[in-house]
């Protein structure tokens, strides 16, 4: 079935850049999501992609997709303490419906 | 523009019991998913609703069952709750079609005594 798998956590200190990697299994989806939950909250879409780009960038928020490694990663340029959080890389099912999430990457940034 | 609204925040409540959530949807929006979240995991599809009706329903027993309104709102129901039933509900919405991106809510933590 459906799979996908992200690094369980990451520090870095604010200022410096942070890249969050994921792998999934399913090709068919036409669009691949990060979202981001903060402690005691629910999930914030960040950014996504189409899966016929290569690049996405969003301010800050860099998307890479490479579709023939089946590997999405988020790049955070200048990251503050208030990019904290729990980053969640997720994939639709085959159908279409369902999203798929991995277990989300812990954030930790310290000043 | 409200995005997603979910009720109740918190419930408690006791094995065997029965619980409601509810879900309002994003203006604009007439498809509503639902989630579990367990404490340290990734959100888990627990089935989403379209035009009133079940589309698609993940790896969860018939103890969960869900409604949707006319209105686009919905609901998820819980019977005979265990233990392992606490965890976080999410509910997301998005437009109609496949594979469009979803919205979701600030979520019901329902903890089971």
């Known amino acids: 079935g459906e799979d996908v798998e992200q690094s369980l956590f990451l520090s870095v200190r604010e200022g410096d850049s942070s890249v969050i990697n994921c792998t999934y299994t399913?090709?068919?989806?036409?669009?691949l999501y990060w979202y981001k939950q903060e402690p005691g909250a629910g999930l914030q879409l960040l950014t996504y992609?189409?899966?016929?780009?290569d690049m996405k960038q969003d301010q800050r928020l860099t998307v890479l997709l490479n579709k023939k490694d089946k590997h999405l990663s988020l790049r955070i340029a200048d990251t503050q303490t208030g990019d904290s959080a729990i980053y969640f890389c997720?994939?639709?099912?085959?159908?279409?419906?369902?999203?798929?999430f991995g277990k989300g990457t812990t954030l930790s940034v310290s000043s | 523009d409200a995005g997603v609204t979910q009720s109740p925040t918190h419930l408690i409540k006791t094995r065997g019991q029965q619980v409601t959530l509810r879900c309002s949807p994003k203006?604009?929006?007439?498809?509503v998913s639902w989630y579990q979240q367990a404490l340290g995991q990734g959100p888990q599809f627990i089935f989403q609703?379209?035009?009133?009706?079940?589309?698609q329903r993940g790896n969860f027993p018939d103890r969960f069952s869900g409604h949707q309104y006319p209105n686009y709102s919905s609901e998820l129901n819980v019977n005979a709750l265990l233990l392992g039933d606490s965890a976080l509900y999410l509910c997301?919405?998005?437009?109609?079609?496949?594979?469009?991106?979803?919205?979701f809510g600030d979520g019901t933590r329902l903890s089971i005594l």
């Open positions: 997301a919405s998005t437009m109609s079609g496949i594979s469009q991106p979803q919205h």
């Open positions: 399913d090709s068919s989806s036409t669009y």
């Open positions: 992609i189409f899966s016929n780009m």
């Open positions: 997720a994939d639709h099912n085959q159908a279409g419906t369902a999203l798929i």
């Open positions: 203006s604009g929006h007439d498809t």
């Open positions: 609703y379209y035009e009133e009706e079940e589309r």
